[in-house]
Nanobody, 124 residues
Framework: QVQLVESGGGLVQAGGSLRLSCAASGRTFSTYTMGWFRQAPGKERLFVAAINWNVITAYYSDSVKGRFSISRDNTKNTVYLQMNSLKPEDTALYYC?????????????????WGQGTQVTVSS
């Protein structure tokens, strides 16, 4: 049974940092693309960042480029999202996801498994 568990969310002031983690279990994900999405209340789920199985290729949404950094440790089946210079508009529920293919890395429909989410709240 595949399970993704996010952690590291919380309340932080604008300009601060947080590091999210997502531990995957149930199978080996070393060949999968791993990604992060976020969803604010009443809004759709949006792509944040993704990283290929090779740990070299990473993708970011324009809204987080230069502030967020995604990484992964294939030996631990874990993906991370380092978030710096946080803004109130970054407030959302952050979801971890994995995909067999990187073809649609920026679409929620392109992912096969999802975590339950971790809340990030940035105060002004």
């Amino acid at each position: 049974q595949v399970q993704l568990v996010e952690s590291g969310g919380g309340l932080v002031q604008a300009g601060g940092s947080l590091r999210l983690s997502c531990a995957a279990s149930g199978r080996t994900f070393s060949t999968y693309t791993m990604g992060w999405f976020r969803q604010a209340p009443g809004k759709e789920r949006l792509f944040v960042a993704a990283i290929n199985w090779n740990v070299i290729t990473a993708y970011y949404s324009d809204s987080v480029k230069g502030r967020f950094s995604i990484s992964r440790d294939n030996t631990k089946n874990t993906v991370y999202l380092q978030m710096n210079s946080l803004k109130p508009e970054d407030t959302a529920l952050y979801y971890c996801a994995v995909a067999r293919s990187a073809q649609y890395y920026d679409r929620a429909s392109g992912y096969d498994y999802w975590g339950q989410g971790t809340q990030v709240t940035v105060s002004s």
